[in-house]
């Protein structure tokens, strides 16, 4: 059961109008990594894990969390919506043209769609979509997904804290970038705990090796022009699953022939392969 605070986590208003930077913060909203993505994905991973009861407790409080982060931020875009006016647009691309030739001003379906708030879109106007979402069942996998969208989404946060001068904005994001540095940091405390218990870091954990082709399984080959990825501690050494040692392969070779088809036939219409 979830229960609506009316207060919200965290001030979300801003010191005056700005619809260009409403169109911009859209983007941590309803963006691939935004707020609705990782509500959503945590959400859903709870609902569904079958583990035990502190990883499901974990994934609902970090995604009931995140849906108050919607609501800051939905709020803060509808409050940079209100009273702009439009000449101060003008005198933006006036002063800048880059600016206008990149932003594009305001976002037209914040006036003609919503009604001057938010939506669950893009800073470009793609709709959210659950397939940013991930939630396989196996924890390592997923919380390795969360780490990188709250590395993602925080990286996008500090690009657009960069991109406003307004303290009250800038007040709000702060304190959304002290989110993401605490939730980066659970997630990575969790993935550690569960490596440790099940003993491997390489996912799933439980898949017999043995029927894996082992002579390959630390190869790094050198796909590239040069030896500098040689170089790293990904080529050379351990592996980090304490199971093998890193091989460099300067020079692959293929381990099979070039491959050969059998001619469709004639109903399919292909191309035959030798033509006169």
Known sequence: ??????????????????????KKLQEVLGGQFGEISVMMQYLFQGFNCRAEEKYRDLLLD??????AHV????????????????????AAYASNPALAAIMGGMNPQHAIVSGLGAMPADSVGNRWTADYIIGSGNLIADFRANLNAESQGRLQVARLYNMTDDPSVRDM?????????????????????????????????????????????????????????????????????GRGTF???SQPVPYASKPKLMPAPPYIFNTPPMMK
Do not use: C
Request: charged residues 25%.
């Open 1 to 22: 059961m979830f229960y609506h605070i009316k207060e919200l986590q965290y001030q979300a208003k801003p010191s005056k109008p700005d619809p260009i930077y409403a």
């Open 247 to 249: 091989k460099y392969v």
């Open 173 to 241: 994001l702060a304190f959304l970038l002290a989110r993401d540095t605490a939730h980066q940091n659970q997630w990575i405390a969790a993935i550690a705990e569960l490596e440790a218990a099940e003993g491997d870091v390489v996912v799933p954990t439980t898949f017999p090796r043995e029927l894996e082709k082992q002579a390959v399984s630390y190869d790094l080959y050198n796909f590239s022009r040069g030896e500098e990825s040689s170089k790293g501690r990904w080529a050379q050494g351990p592996a980090p699953d």
């Open 62 to 67: 970090i995604g009931t969390e995140e849906i």
């Open 71 to 90: 609501e800051m931020l939905a709020t803060m875009i509808s409050r940079l919506l209100d009273n702009a006016p439009i000449g101060d647009q003008e």
